[in-house]
Structure formats: C-alpha cells, structure tokens
C-alpha cells in the first residue's frame, strides 16, 4: 500500500507565496510522473503541473511563469511552488503520483493525496 500526505496550504494574501509538499510512503519501487492537481467549489478537477520521472515540467497556461513544480526522488517527494498568488487560485490543491509497488512492481497505479487548501485573499 502507498499514501501520499499534503502539507503546505492556508491562507495568504494576493502577491504572496507558498510552497506545497506531497511526500510519498509505504511499499514504494518506483515512482513515475507526478502531479498537481486543483479543484474549485463547483467546478472540475483541474490539471495544474506534471513533472516526468527525468524532471521535465510542465503547467497548465494559467499558472505558467508564477508556479514551479519539482521532484525530489530520494524523498519521494513533489513539490510545488507557488508566486504572485491571486484569488482564483483558491482551490483544494491535490497531488498525484504513478506508482509501481511491491509485491507488483510491473503493475503502475496512480495514488491521490488527501487535498490541501489554499485561499488566496486580501
């Protein structure tokens, strides 16, 4: 079994900044790409950034140029940084990893975090 555990999310105020963490346990092989996701009151899921396993990145257009997503694989850990925050990016942020576990480690299966808020507000 793996889980994943969010932290870094809470209030901050337009312009600020925060940084998201999304660490990985349990009967891990290998950890493929991994992801941000988000999801407004009301509205779908949205894809934020995707890191692969070799660290290319990349983001959804309303985030590009503000937000950085990297990987830290001896941590099994993802992280996103976010800058120059605004109000719609107030969402339940969620990370998302591919995950190849013991005893099947040619079998790759994706695994959610439990969400982390962020609100952005003055």
């Known amino acids: 079994q793996v889980h994943l555990v969010e932290s870094g999310g809470g209030l901050v105020q337009p312009g600020g900044s925060l940084r998201l963490s999304c660490a990985a346990s349990?009967?891990?092989?290998?950890?493929?790409?991994m992801a941000w996701y988000r999801q407004a009151p009301g509205k779908q899921r949205e894809l934020v950034a995707t890191i692969t396993g070799g660290g290319s990145a990349n983001y959804a257009g309303s985030v590009e140029g503000r937000f950085t997503i990297s990987r830290d694989n001896a941590k099994n850990t993802v992280y996103l940084q976010m800058n120059s925050l605004k109000p719609e990016d107030t969402s339940v942020y969620y990370c998302n990893m591919g995950v190849s576990s013991y005893p099947l480690i040619y079998s790759t299966r994706d695994y959610w975090g439990q969400g982390t808020q962020v609100t952005v507000s003055s």
């Open positions: 349990g009967s891990i092989f290998s950890i493929f790409a």
